[in-house]
């Protein structure tokens, strides 16, 4: 059974850092691909970035030059830097995989950025 965690959220003031974990388990991580989403209240979620098999990663322009998605396959963790907090990415924020056919998804960790 594969299962996501994601780690690292919290309250953060404008302007402040987080870094995101997610570990996953029962996948084979290595040739996975992984992503990072987010969902604030009353909008769709929101594809962030992701992360290939061959380190190749793409961040979409909205949060380009503050998030950086990275990814450790001995630890069977993808990661999300975030620098440059802004209330508007105040958020629920997912870990997708993609395996084959399979996509997995994590429970969420709550990122809230305030003064």
């Known amino acids: 059974q594969v299962q996501l965690v994601e780690s690292g959220g919290g309250l953060v003031q404008p302007g402040g850092s987080l870094r995101l974990s997610c570990v996953a388990a029962?996948?084979?991580?290595?040739?996975?691909?992984l992503n990072w989403y987010r969902q604030a209240p009353g909008n769709q979620r929101e594809f962030l970035a992701g992360i290939g098999s061959i380190n190749n990663s793409h961040v979409v322009d909205s949060v380009k030059g503050r998030f950086t998605i990275s990814r450790d396959d001995a630890k069977k963790t993808v990661y999300l830097q975030m620098n440059n907090l802004k209330p508007e990415d105040t958020a629920l924020y997912y870990c997708?995989?993609?395996?084959?056919?399979?996509?997995?998804w994590g429970q969420g960790t709550q990122v809230t950025v305030s003064s």
């Open positions: 029962g996948l084979t991580f290595s040739i996975s691909t």
């Open positions: 997708q995989a993609l395996r084959g056919s399979g996509e997995y």
